[in-house]
């Protein structure tokens, strides 16, 4: 499979960060791996039109409608429109933020899937759970509530981030994220068997140039979803360019 580099934004950029995507494009003409980028929905029309085909595009959520009276949503189909191939969902902030459950996420990425978009479905525990030795129950969990049958390597991507790494600059050990990743592949091969081979998992929480490659290193680690180190082409070129380096599993 290809590795995959993705950049969440998150509730970051106007206008002006456009040019931080040309960059980005511009030092990757012809990457070695896929690259994503979903910015706030208000950007990524233009995001879409001004990378091509170099880079993809992807929302930060959908509504699991399709349209409706649902004020300040964004349908899946509204995504694709804006040039989106890829949404996230079930973010941790989501989760937290909005009080999503397993419930919603399955229904917003059977509604993704629907339209045709690669589904990038977020799983990950707390810190007490994680203390409480409960981490690959959580996951395990989410991963059975949140990914509806219908899901295949084609349009399903799965990101583990543990939720007290996500922006606090703490990583879990090279052993921790393998643990995961390693059950996470299991938990899919029981589920859709061989297809689950090829279904990418990527690890997000506080990656940064000076991580990546060992992050890279670990078996069933298939990329990144990166967050604050996405912002700025310089640094999530040079997170790509270790994951283009990265051995492959």
């Not at 703490?170 to 299991?186: N, Y």
């Amino acid at each position: 499979m290809r590795k995959l580099a993705a950049g969440n934004w998150k509730m970051n950029g106007t206008s002006a960060d456009l040019a931080e995507a040309s960059a980005l494009k511009a030092a990757h003409p012809a990457p070695g791996v896929d690259i994503l980028l979903c910015p706030p929905a208000t950007l990524l029309s233009r995001l879409s039109d001004s990378v091509g085909a170099t880079i993809a595009t992807g929302g930060q959520d959908c509504h699991a409608a399709a349209s409706g009276a649902h004020t300040g949503d964004i349908s899946a189909p509204m995504l694709a429109d804006a040039g989106a191939s890829h949404v996230i969902l079930g973010h941790s902030e989501r989760r937290t933020d909005h009080a999503e459950t397993d419930a919603d996420v399955h229904a917003k990425t059977q509604a993704a899937l629907a339209a045709g978009l690669t589904a990038l479905v977020c799983v990950g525990e707390t810190q007490a759970q994680r203390e409480a030795g409960k981490t690959l129950d959580v996951v395990g969990r989410q991963l059975a509530g949140s990914v509806p049958d219908s899901a295949t390597a084609a349009t399903l991507v799965i990101a583990y981030e543990p939720v007290w790494a996500i922006g606090s600059g703490r990583v879990p050990t090279l052993e921790q994220i393998a643990e995961v990743h390693d059950f996470i592949r299991g938990e899919l091969t029981a589920r859709f068997g061989a297809d689950a081979r090829a279904m990418r998992l990527l690890y997000g929480g506080s990656v940064k140039p000076a991580n990546a490659a060992e992050i890279f290193a670990i078996s069933n680690v298939d990329g990144a979803l990166v967050g604050g180190a996405s912002l700025k082409a310089r640094d999530f070129s040079a997170i790509v360019t270790a994951l283009e380096n990265a051995a492959p599993d």
